[in-house]
């Protein structure tokens, strides 16, 4: 596969990002980042790669990338991701996600970039009528994130029409764990996602998990989540660009996860196992806009792409977060 020119990553300095930046690198990729450190760090970015503090939005900023570095491929991590924030920020995220989104796409256009991936989400299938999803299911976002990314597939759509630039939009079911080597891992304070949340009640962080409602039509009776390696999820971002790069003419929508589930209970009784101890568990009511149940149909990305998971073990999961949570830790104190 010819590496003949450097890539650049928005949002390299954030958790998915900082972990894909790993993944070209290791691959044998020369790589740009560009991340307004507003929620990455500067130390999460991987020495091996050049990094600028910049925004997305700064047309200025891109085009001069693209064109000193010779850029000739996009990955677009940039963004925000908290939905409940896109409840009562919308236009946080109709900028953040879709308008910045346009303009950088606009820049990649001008300047003849030919292959953008971009980090989209399982939230803009809304509440599936059924599971596993596939890339075809309705699309009904249930929350302005997911409309905003939604809006940023369909441009995209469009723009590989007319122009000469292809595209992948990776549909991220559940994303969880750490770089398995230590280098990276989910570092921004204030989590509120189960593994890391799990994680930080296991270090003594926090005092107990909340489980957010027991009264789902699942087995248990709590959410079940098609839960990701981080590492498998970038190791999907560099086989996406090699496709990307063999067959000009095909651009892709793809869901990323492991095609199973886990109940937040079954998620608990594996920090449990793993760090031979028991977390306090608190049951609460239902967050709001939580569908039942979201798992992926993935046939689709292990057709189109030369990727199979390596790390589809809930225990490695939460073993490599675990092991992020106390290095962390450290740091801080
Ligand atoms: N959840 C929970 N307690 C928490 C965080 C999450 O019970 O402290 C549940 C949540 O209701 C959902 C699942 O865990 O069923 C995954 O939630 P998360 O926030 O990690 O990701 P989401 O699926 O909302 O993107």
Redo the contacts with the bound molecule.
Sequence with gaps: MSKSFPVLVTGGAGYIGSHAVLALLDAGWDVVVLDNLVTGFAWAVDERATFVQGSVEDMELTERLIADHGIGAILHFAGSVV?PESVSDPLKYYRNNTAASRALVERAVQSGVRHFIFSSTA?TYGEPESIPVREDAPKQPINPYGRSKLMTEEMLKDVSAAHPMNHAALRYF?VAGADPDGRSGQSTAGA????K?AVEAATGKRDH?????SDFDTADG????DYIHVTDLAAAHVAALEALIARPEDSYTLNCGYGHGYS?IE?LDAVDRVTNRQIKRKFEA??AG?PAA?VCDNSAIRSALDWTPKLDDLDSIIGHALAWERTLQDREV
């Design positions: 939905v939230a559940n509120t996602h189960l593994i949340v998990v909340a489980i957010f409602g709590t959410g079940v989540r937040v998620v239902r967050r939580d979201l």
